[in-house]
C-alpha cells in the first residue's frame, strides 16, 4: 500500500528541475507504457527489488495483520475503540515503515493494487507490475504462514484478523466500500508522487500512505475488517480456512479501487 520506484521519479524530478531552471513551461515529464522499460538492463537492480517486495509484504502480513490477533482482541474485546485505533496505527504505520525501508529498492508498492495502478500511469514496466505482484503474493502467503505457526489465534476458538463483512453490511456494500477505500489510497499515492507538487522522497510518501491507511482502517475495519490490498484480503483468508465467500471481494475489489483511481487522478487532479 506504497509509491513506486523512487530511483524513477527522482530522474523525473531531475528532468523536471532542469527544465524549470531552463526557462521551461512543462512541469511534467511525459510517461509511455511499456513491456520491460529499463528492467532488463539492471537485472541485478531489478532482482533485488523484487526481494524488496517479497520481503515487505511478508512484514505486512505478519506485523500488520499479527496485530489484529486473537489475543489482542481477547484483552481489549472487538467492540473496544482502542481496539480499532491499536489495529490502524499497527497499518498505518507499519505500512508506512515498510514503504521507507523498501523505497530505495523497490518504492515499496507491497500492495498489486498500487502496483497495476503505477503501472496504468505509466511509472513502472508490464513486466515489473506482473512480477511485482506474484512476488507480493508469495511473501503475504510467507507471513500467512509464518503468523499461523506463531500460534496467535490460541487465546479464542475464531481466528481473528481475515476480512469479511460484518452483519447487516451486504456482498455489494462491501465491495463498493473496498474500491472507495482503495481509490483513496492510489489518489493520496498518485498525489503523493506527482512530480508538479515537489515530491520530497525522504518522508513524504511513507508519511502520507501512513496516514492515509490508518485513517481508511478507522473507518473501514466495522464494515470489512479493511482490505484495500489483493495480498491483504486473501493469504490469511486463504490459511486461516475463513470467509471463503468473501474472499473474492477483496480479491478484486482492490484492484478495481485501484484502476479507477489513476484517470480519476489524471483527470480531475
Request: include cysteine.
Amino acid at each position: 500500500m506504497s509509491a513506486d520506484g523512487f530511483h524513477a521519479i527522482n530522474q523525473e524530478n531531475d528532468m523536471v528541475e532542469a527544465n524549470v531552471e531552463a526557462g521551461g513551461k512543462s512541469a511534467k515529464t511525459k510517461r509511455s507504457w511499456t513491456l520491460f522499460g529499463e528492467d532488463l538492463n539492471d537485472l541485478a537492480g531489478f532482482c533485488k527489488a523484487l526481494a524488496a517486495e517479497f520481503i515487505g509484504t511478508f512484514f505486512l502480513i505478519l506485523i500488520c495483520v499479527g496485530s489484529a490477533n486473537s489475543r489482542v482482541l481477547t484483552s481489549l474485546g472487538s467492540t473496544s475503540p482502542a481496539y480499532y485505533l491499536s489495529i490502524s496505527c499497527a497499518f498505518g504505520f507499519g505500512i508506512g515503515g515498510i514503504v521507507h525501508i523498501l523505497s530505495e529498492a523497490s518504492g515499496g508498492n507491497v500492495n498489486p493494487a498500487v502496483s497495476l495502478a503505477l503501472f496504468l500511469d505509466k511509472r513502472i514496466s508490464l513486466l515489473r507490475c506482473i512480477l511485482y505482484t506474484v512476488v507480493q503474493f508469495l511473501g503475504g502467503f510467507a507471513g500467512a504462514g509464518v503468523l499461523y505457526a506463531l500460534g496467535n489465534h490460541s487465546a479464542v476458538a475464531s481466528i481473528a484478523g481475515g476480512n469479511g463483512y460484518s452483519a447487516g453490511i451486504g456482498a455489494g456494500h462491501a465491495f463498493f466500500i473496498e474500491v472507495v477505500g482503495t481509490m483513496f489510497l492510489i489518489l493520496t499515492i498518485l498525489a503523493t508522487i506527482e512530480e508538479k507538487r515537489g515530491y520530497i522522497p525522504s518522508y513524504t510518501a511513507p508519511l502520507s500512505i501512513g496516514i492515509a491507511i490508518l485513517v481508511l482502517h478507522i473507518w473501514m475495519i466495522p464494515y470489512t475488517n479493511c482490505s484495500i490490498n489483493p495480498v491483504r484480503g486473501t493469504v490469511w483468508n486463504v490459511v486461516i480456512g475463513q470467509y471463503a465467500k468473501e474472499t473474492v471481494i477483496f480479491m478484486f475489489g482492490p484492484w478495481v479501487g485501484g484502476a479507477l483511481a489513476v484517470p480519476i487522478y489524471n483527470i480531475i487532479f
